[in-house]
């Protein structure tokens, strides 16, 4: 309620009356699903972001910029890419495509860019709007060597963005769908119109001058994708990949050098130690008064049984500072912030009682944005889960926790916290129309 949503419209291609070339007649308008996401994608050229605000507007997924081409990084990129989850928007990265220039070192600075792929996140796309001066054989086997380089490093397709005019006159029509197609057409029409040998669409760019709460920008980019919010889920990363551990229904422990903890933002600024904390570990950074985190600590979660949990937090003395310790927790029914003073308790102190569903797309995180005046150490240690509904049913929750589901490659260890016992633990898109090419430069360095 109260949301601004407004849809610009700009007629272009078959709309504007336009002649046709070929491979445009071969073209098909194709409509998507019955039921649709509205989403946004943002670039420097978005002056702010709120996204838990941006998020209240209906705005369920994001695609991030991280570059154009390897000499033009996205100054936003560090701020968007770690706030849009936090909130709880489901994420994707996204680079515009410099043909003439390295295709490996574009797609690795792509993935470099992005750190760990974590659970929830969307596949990178290639955003191609120019031939940047090559021919069309050139540009294609510039994209497939982006294509392969990347899909062997996340092990699926990435997306592709793409134009109904600008795939056949900068590819000659090649044929990449394997790849999902996002498909850039802003029309009034119901459905866009989408190039060959594509048959069908999964995300639609219908227009550049939208505007949604929290979002600050004259251009901004719309979004929708075809279908559900679930099964926009079930498309995202680590959805049909084995988790890295599971919390098993009794409880269990997820310390920060288990698999499933991912330190994140820049690493010169996340110092481990081992002199401290739960196994004598922990990653600290200086907290900020930044409106976004740059580095954070992510918890990423999939139980054996859908519960409420009792959640606590280790804080060792030692390293912990901050007062105002900010978690927020994605849950399969939304996301909530938890604060707590880090010092308050030298040990677990409690996060709360908190309902999460059985598998996985949910995490605790943790930012460096704490809003405290002065640098204090902010720590990121073990994650202590113990189920209250099967408390006194004989489980053992408050004493043994259960044989748990650590296999070796799991990263979760079951709850030991035996009473009297210490607890241990395992260790703005193309314009798509026939005169592109003499729009390249004016919109290229937008996307």
Not at 108 to 124: C, E, F, N, W, Y
Not at 392 to 402: A, F, L, M, Q
Request: glycine share 12%; proline share 5%.
């Amino acid at each position: 309620m109260g949301t601004r949503l407004w849809l610009g419209v700009v007629l272009v291609g078959a709309c504007s009356g336009e002649p046709h070339t070929s491979s445009v007649d071969q073209a098909a308008t194709v409509c998507g699903s019955a039921s649709t996401v509205n989403g946004i994608d943002v670039s420097e050229y978005d002056d702010a972001v709120d996204w838990p605000t941006a998020k209240a507007a209906g705005i369920s997924f994001a695609f991030v910029r991280v570059s154009d081409g390897l000499d033009f990084p996205d100054t936003k990129f560090s701020e968007y890419w770690p706030g849009a989850r936090a909130a709880g928007v489901i994420r994707g990265a996204y680079q515009y495509f410099e043909p003439s220039q390295d295709p490996i070192q574009q797609a690795d600075m792509l993935l470099s860019s992005m750190g760990t792929v974590m659970p929830g996140d969307l596949p990178p796309v290639l955003d191609l709007e120019t031939a940047d001066g090559l021919s069309t054989s050139a540009v294609v086997t510039a994209v497939q060597a982006w294509v392969g380089e990347v899909s062997a490093a996340i092990g699926r397709p990435p997306i592709i963005y793409a134009g109904l005019y600008s795939w056949p006159e900068l590819t000659g029509g090649a044929d990449l769908t394997t790849s999902p197609l996002w498909i850039a057409q802003y029309t009034t029409a119901a459905c866009p119109d989408i190039p060959d040998p594509w048959t069908s669409w999964l995300f639609w760019q219908h227009s550049d001058t939208g505007v949604v709460d929290g979002v600050t920008s004259s251009q901004l980019d719309l979004d929708v994708f075809s279908g559900t919010l679930d099964q926009l889920t079930g498309f995202t990363m680590g959805s049909d990949a084995a988790p890295c551990g599971v919390i098993d229904a009794s409880g269990g422990t997820i310390d920060d050098s288990d698999a499933c903890f991912i330190p994140g933002g820049p690493s010169a600024y996340m110092r481990h130690v081992t002199d401290a904390g739960y196994d004598d570990t922990l990653y600290w950074t200086h907290t900020t008064q930044a409106t976004e985190q740059a580095n954070y600590g992510e918890w990423d979660l999939d139980f054996a049984a859908a519960g409420t949990y009792h959640v606590e937090a280790y804080t060792a003395a030692a390293y912990a500072q901050s007062k105002t310790a900010d978690y927020h927790v994605q849950t399969a029914s939304g996301m909530q912030s938890l604060t707590i003073d880090q010092t308050a308790v030298d040990g677990w102190q409690p996060l709360g009682d908190i309902a999460f569903g059985s598998g996985g797309n949910q995490w605790i995180q943790l930012g460096d944005n704490t809003g405290e005046a002065t640098q204090e150490q902010l720590v990121f240690d073990a994650i202590r889960f113990t189920n209250l509904d099967l408390a006194g049913s004989g489980s053992g929750v408050g004493g043994d926790g259960g044989s748990g589901s650590d296999d070796g490659g799991g990263g979760v260890t079951p709850n030991k916290a035996a009473a009297g016992c210490s607890t241990t633990g395992t260790g703005g898109g193309g314009l798509v129309v026939p005169l592109f090419a003499l729009l390249a430069l004016a919109r290229r360095r937008r996307r």
